[in-house]
């Protein structure tokens, strides 16, 4: 009989710290919801939704559930408005606004590439190629100088599906010719975690002679469906050999959510170069550094008051400013 009444106590005492913790578990999520909606009425009044109190039950299911679906719903709505605030918070009060140089906040941001001086089979994921072969211009042992795609045929792919893709703070992209192409389409693009694609492109000049009795790569099809399907953003041009792009704002704010998966593709098209080499030396997402907005100031004066020694005397200093 001991054994049994120290059973039941011991079930007693861990039902009631169950219904303790699920109490104060209530209590929180409560007072976090409270304070998002205070929050969110200052900010941004017309996107604070509705209490999940007075959200209807749909009749079809059982009211608990009901109200768990209504407060994940509107849990959700929470989390997007603060997001949104979030990105016009950093670009101002217009968060479709293309970014400037001039966000960049601090020498530390990383940069996410597919070319650079990293040779893009040392980096993770898969890496693929069709329609052209592969050549690295190395500067040592490790370091690559350059990444030469020789096309043969005349729509070229190269398709990098990263493991992860840490390019959180990333505002533009950035193509770094080692040499201006000067023939063909390049096309850039980005398929994301959602299943979107969105591209850049690059016309470089007219197309070659398009080569005969090649056969045609056996290229992924759904990768490539949703390439040639991809959302426009934008058309740069070369300045020099060099191509600053800025990200639009909708991919900033799926790069920004803190998932490093968000990119599943970076692809790149080349059309009409067959024949011809595409030297990288660098392409990737950036946060690039804004350009110094003075050099200094010059300040010059005379000492007032007692004599000074000769010897004791020197010349005005140039001190920067800043």
């Known amino acids: 009989m001991t054994q049994v009444k120290k059973n039941i106590v011991t079930t007693i005492l861990i039902v009631v ?8 578990y209530e209590l929180t999520r409560k007072y976090i919801n409270t304070r998002i909606d205070r929050m969110l009425a200052q900010k941004l009044p017309a996107m604070v939704p509705p209490s999940p109190q007075k959200t209807a039950v749909v009749e079809e299911q059982p009211a608990g559930n009901a109200q768990l679906i209504a407060s ?6 929470r989390i997007k408005a603060l997001e949104s605030l979030s ?21 530390g ?28 211009r190395r500067t040592g042992a490790i370091r690559v100088s350059e990444a030469d795609l020789e096309i043969t045929h005349d729509e070229a792919w190269v398709i990098w599906s990263p493991d992860y893709s840490p390019a959180r703070d990333a505002t533009h992209l950035e193509v770094d010719f080692a040499a201006v192409p000067t023939a063909g ?17 690059i016309n470089l000049g007219p197309p070659t002679l398009a080569p005969t009795g090649l056969l045609p790569p056996l290229l992924p099809a759904d990768i490539v469906a949703r ?12 300045s020099a050999n060099n191509v600053i792009a800025p990200l639009p704002a909708n991919l900033m704010l799926q790069l920004r959510n803190g998932q490093p998966d968000q990119i599943q593709q970076w692809f790149v098209k080349i059309n009409g170069a067959a024949g011809t080499t595409v030297r990288f030396k660098r392409l990737a997402l950036i946060r690039p550094m804004p350009a110094a907005t003075t050099i200094g100031v010059t300040l010059s004066g005379r000492v007032s008051g007692a004599d000074i020694p000769r010897e004791r005397r020197s010349n005005c200093l140039t001190i920067p400013a800043g």
Request: hydrophobic share 40%.
């Open 109 to 136: 941001a990383p940069v996410f590439a597919l070319f650079d001086r990293v040779g893009p089979y040392r980096k993770n994921g898969l890496f693929e190629i069709y329609g052209a072969s592969l050549r690295e």
């Open 17 to 24: 710290g169950c219904v303790v913790v699920a109490s104060g």
């Open 185 to 201: 389409k390049l096309t850039i693009g980005f398929i994301g975690k959602d299943g979107q694609a969105s591209a850049y492109t």
């Open 87 to 107: 990105l016009a918070t950093n670009f101002g009060s217009n968060s479709d606004r293309p970014p400037l140089v001039s966000d960049y906040r601090g020498v």
């Open 72 to 77: 994940i719903g509107a849990l959700d709505a």
């Open 227 to 238: 390439a040639n399907a991809a959302n426009s953003i934008g058309e740069p041009h070369p």
